[in-house]
Nanobody, 111 residues
């Protein structure tokens, strides 16, 4: 079955950096677009970034210039490098491909 397992979340100060990872199994990873979403406390889940099978990336305006999505097809892993973190980036971050979701990893940005 398809499994997406996120890791790398934690507590970081404003202006700091974190790198999230999502390890995928049960899919032909190289053929699938991979995305990151996030859900802040009391808010709806929102899209953050996507990378296509060909490596094209796109970002939500709120993270553009600060976050970078990348993929390693050999490791069937997608990454989200998050720099210049703000308190409003605090959320549970989820990995997604097609209709599949991971369980999420919590990122807390403290001021």
């Amino acid at each position: 079955q398809v499994q997406l397992v996120e890791s790398g979340g934690g507590l970081v100060q404003t202006g700091g950096s974190l790198r999230l990872s999502c390890s995928a199994s049960g899919i032909v990873f190289k053929d699938n677009p991979m995305a990151w979403y996030r859900q802040a406390p009391g808010k709806q889940r929102e899209w953050v970034a996507i990378i296509t099978s060909g490596g094209t990336t796109n970002y939500a305006n709120s993270v553009k210039g600060r976050f970078t999505i990348s993929r390693d097809n050999a490791k069937t892993t997608v990454y989200l490098q998050m720099n210049s973190l703000k308190s409003e980036d605090t959320a549970v971050y989820y990995c997604n491909t097609n209709s599949y979701w991971g369980k999420g990893t919590l990122v807390t940005v403290s001021s």
